[in-house]
Every structure is written in C-alpha cells, then in structure tokens.
C-alpha cells in the first residue's frame, strides 16, 4: 500500500479525490488505485522546552515551571529533545497503524523548508526505512494535483530543506529562549515586570522601525522653491522648471533653491524676457509589464487599497489557495513563473473568465501568446509567484475581503499577456535671460498592460512634481522663439520619510539590502535574502504588536515606548537585520547542500552565549519597562506587587522606601487602576484616596484605599459622595478587610 501523508486535511482530500476516493475511514482515505491518503494538520512535534534541560534542583513557580535565573543561562542542548504535540497525538497513532501496512511513503507537505521537516519528523518517528517520494504542489487544483502525482521524486533530495528548517528552529530556540530569559531577568533588577521577548527576526524587524519612527521625529523640514516659467510658444504655451547652474547661489546641498532673495531675482530678472529653444528631444519608450506577484507584493498592494494587515492578507491567501483553490501556494518571496507554465495560459484565463464575469470582457482581450519577463526560469526559487489556478470555483463563495485579494492576483496574472505600456517622451530645454528652464511631455501611445488596472499611474512622489513634468507640450524645433509670460515660485518643503505599514514593513524585510548603510552588506544582500521568511513575516508583525513593542494608527505601525527600550537595550549585533540575513543565507546552503547543520547551531551557541554574560552583569532598567509615573510623588514608577492575603496584585510607588511615598491602587487586568487617583485622598493617611466601597450593614460608604496597609478609616455614603462632615470612622478591622 502506497501511504500518502499530506501537512494538512485539504490537500489530503485534493490528492485523495484526484486518485478517486473508495471509502473513508478515520482520518483517511482509501483510493481506487488502492493508495491511502492521510494528513497532518501542521507541525506535529515540537521542541521541549528550556526546563527538559536544567537541573532538577531549580526552585518551581506556582504554574509548575522552573524558575528564571541568571546563573542557568545560557541552556545549551547537547541533544536536542522533541515529542508529539498533545493534540496530535491522536492522528499520529492513526498514521502509526497505516505506516505499519505500507509499502511506500509519499511526502505530501508544502513545498517549503516547514513542509517537508513536518512530515520528515513523522515518517522519521516511525522508523520508516522503505522508499520514500515527495510529492511536490504549488496548487491544488486538479491539473497540478494531477501533474505532483505523475512527477514523484526520491525524497532524499529534499530532506535538505528540512534540515534548514531544523537548523532554523534550534537556532531560533537557543535566541528567543535565552536571551528573553536574559533581559528579562535584566529589567526585573532595574525593577521591571515586563517580558522582554527577544527573537533572531523579531528584534531587527522592531529595530526597523524603531530606526524609522525616530528619523521622523528628528526630521527638521527644509523650504525650498521651484521656480517655474510659463513660457509662451507659437504652438502653445507650457510650464518649464528652472534649472540651477553649476556654482548657483542659495542651494543646499541637495541642489534645491533654499534662498527667497535669489528666486525672486530670477522672477524679476527673467518675467516676459524672450529666449529660445536650445533643446528639444523625442523618445519613444516602453514599459514592460510588472511581475507576478510574492507575498509581499500582493500584501503591500492590499496594504495600500484595502487597509489589510498583513496577517490578515495571508489568511485571505492561504484560503484562496487551500479552501477556494483558486489561486497557487501564497508563502512565497518570488515573483516570477516557471516558463513551462506559459502553456497553461488559456485555460487559466479561461477559467478567469468563467469564475469572474465581470472580468470577461478584459480576459477577452488577452493574448496569451505574449511572453512576459515575468516568466523566467533562472529566477524561480522554490516557489514560483502567487497566480490564479484551472479551477473553476463559485466566487459567491468568497468574501468580500477574499474577492478583493482574489482580483488584486487577478490582474496581476491579466497584466503578463496585455502588451507592453508605450509612450513618447519629449525633454525640452529653453533659455531666457542667461537662465535655463526644463519641461518634459509624456504621451500614452498604447495603453498595453495598464488598461488591465483602470486606474492612474502610480506616483509616489505625485504631491511633489512640479507642474512642469510629464505635461503634454507643443510641437517646436530647437532654435524656436519663446517668451516668459509669467515666473512662479512654487514653495515646497522637504517631507519626512513615511511611517511603516503592514505592507510596506513587510517589503522591507523582504528587501533589507536597502535598510544597509554598508556597501559591502548592500551588495551581498542585494540578492533576496531579507529577514523572515514569507510563512513567518507576517506573524512576526503580529507578535510585535501583541507584545506591545508596536502599534497601530490607522494603517501606520508606530514603535511603543516599550519596543524602543528594548531595541536600545539590545547588542547591535542582536539587532542588526545585516546578521539575521547573513543567517538566512547560511540556512539556504544548508538547503542547497544539505550539510552543516551542526556547525550553524554551534556558532549560534556561541554566539547566544555572549550575549547572556552581557546581559547578567547589568541592572540597568530599560525604557519603558518601567509602570506608570507614580501620579503622588512624581518620582517614583508604579510596581505591580503580589497580595499576601487573597491572592491577586495591587501597585504601588517604588520609590517608597527612599521618598515614603504610600501611594497605592487596585490592579485591574494586569495594569493599575488610575481611576482610584482621580478620588479624593485619604486625610488621614495621606497615601491613599477616599473610594466607594460595598458591604457591612450600611450598605454603600467610603473607605482608604490603603486599608491593607493599616488605614480604617470610612465614611458614609452622600449621594454618591463621601460625606467627610461626619465624623469618620477608624474601626480596627480584620486584617486584611476594610472596616465596615
């Protein structure tokens, strides 16, 4: 019996209906040429956790798990340790029972480093020792699932991405459990409570855009002034830009006219001075179509359109892909196709037309003969970019979110068989008064590929142009008279660069190369490796915002006082992206070569080592670790204290003892209850605030919120007011109970 194991439950039943389902059993299929087809549902194991390798003697919290210390770290495996996932367990004795009557195993994960570690680690927990395929899809839709099948490869030539991924995952545990664990402890000293996660992508990517953030707030911006003619020609009149000679007075070093003296002696010098054409020149120019689309190209353009975050993108992807099977495998970073697919071509766009109606008309126009540079072997890595499949699905099945990513892939797919963008573009350059003025012209001679997005084209810098580029300009020879009816000065200021989004974070992890202030960095990068991975990018930015390293306004992610503490406190070598994509590219030898795994995780050790004898020897509390300025003293910072009657928190000054400062609140969801301070304060202790409180005889009264501490003092309830013209009370209460 042929045993099929696919990473998840719909590519099993993809794979299984393909073959032809005979019967079904319990998290099975059995098919008609009597394969059996079954399914993880991801990662099935996992790695143990620090404690399976520190000494038994090490004190326990009250959850059971050891302690953090400073003297344990680093926790370096000498044999790493992995078992079955407690939810897994179930479907692995199910896989065990149909190993047990298999004559040969198929390896039906993703196509990636994941993919095919997740299934290696069952086949591998078996003790499987018969042949062994890969089964190899981008799609799931029936003409790929058929294609995979007909073209079944030793699976030993794939085992090396899964040791990349587990050379991955070692060297991912060795950094985020320790030197969380590190710094953690560290801002503890300085009298934190906050979890420092620390992370081998996480950090350089919140160090992105902590980077950009402060760049923002230091950017000073400039004036400056372009100085435009309109000048007037026989044939019409148009705008023309001055342009600064060599040794100009009032430029910056940026080339810009910064000095108001000097544009307004160019306007009085050059206003309704005659001049003439000194320049004039025609091009015709092309515009090859754009290329399919990666992960984070379709993210940033959801980004852009819709608002979508970038973990909401990949879902929308990955249901498009697995639920819908209407688009190829989205975890990718290319953008380019296979050329043996071009074939494919009409019957995708057939297939277009037949699930989006309203796109029949422009799918009609398509020649599928055209051969965009989109489609280029030598540039296709392991995953080709994300185009629409042969499957004719029900687009009222999709929702609104999904449609709108759907058609994004769409047109992107569209674009590669419409012709090539022209245009003509004219430069003219004329003298008046000594000075020289620059226009350009552009004309669309055919639409090509853009009729395919029925939108303007895109401007970046749109905002900025000046009304002398890209204008439609008269037809003139060089030599022809002109004269300067009018000189403006357009007043401008230079602009800070933009905040991150989703989309735009994401290509910059994809791009890093150009984040690299080092030449030699940028031009070794240069060749895709960014930080992450195109699975991982998205629930990393996640992560961050979960943590409270980053948030959100509107669709800009901004760093938190709590990121930046963090990124200060950190090694430069821990946050630097250059580090983490040089690893990226010792992770891909491994790939290519399949070999040393073992020499990454020890110069990782080493590394990791380092860094945590660095972090035990300072105390020094990182920046926005600490609670809330204590609103009494306005010296001290709120800490968050365990109860020792009751259980639960409370928060109290931390400068209490230098100051005796005896503020104190109730905690309210793992932060302090403020509320409490905006009460009235306690005339007897100075150092808590009169509240309204519930119980006793008298139903509702007032008492010191610093009761715990030895204040009983109460007073009645006044209509929804402490009533401090009667006497209070002081009664001794019981300890740990406010006096009723």
Known sequence: MRLIVAEKPSVAKAIAEELGVASRGNGFFVCKDGSTVTSCFGHMHEQLGPDEYTADDIPRAT?????????DLPIIPKVWKTAAKEEAKERLQVIADLFKKASSVVNAGDPDREGQLLVDEVIDANGWQGPELRYWSSATDATSVQRALANLQPNAQFRRYGLAARARSRVDWLIGMNLTRAFTLRARRGGSSALLTVGRVQTPTLALVVERDRAIENFKAAAYFNVLAELQHQGGNFKAKWQAAEGAKGLDEEGRLTDKAVAEALKAS????PGNITEYKQEAKKEKQPRSYSLADVTLAASQKFGYSADDVLKICQALYETHKLTSYPRTDCAYLPESQHADAPQVLAAVAHVNPHLAALVAKADPSIKSPTWDDKQVTAHHGIVPTMHRGDLAALSDKEKNVYELI????????FPVHEYMATTVTAQVAGESFKATGKVITAAGWREVYQEPEADDQADEKAEADDQALPAMNQGDSVTAKAITL?????KAPPRFTDGTLLKAMENIYKYMEDEEQRRI???????????TRSSIIKELKAREFLGTKGKQIISTELGRGLVDAMPPDVKSASLTALNERELRAIETTGQGVDEFVSLQAAFVSQHVEQANASNEALAGTLGPACPRC??????????KEKGGHFWACDK????????ACDDKAGKPDLSVAKAYKCPKCEGGQIRLLTGGTSGKFWGCSNYRNGCRVTYPDKNGKPDTGAKPAAKK????KPAA
């Open 634 to 643: 306005k010296e001290g910072h709120l800490k968050r204290w365990p109860r």
């Open 490 to 494: 357009q007043a401008q200021k230079t």
């Open 733 to 736: 209460a019981a300890p740990g």
């Open 656 to 663: 209490y003892r230098e100051t005796g400062c005896k503020f």
């Open 410 to 417: 769409l047109r992107a797919y569209l674009a590669q068989f």
């Open 270 to 273: 050059c206003t309704g001075k």
């Open 63 to 71: 959850n059971g798990r050891k302690v953090w210390r400073p003297q």
């Open 525 to 535: 990068l240069k060749d895709g490796e960014g930080i992450g991975t195109p699975a």
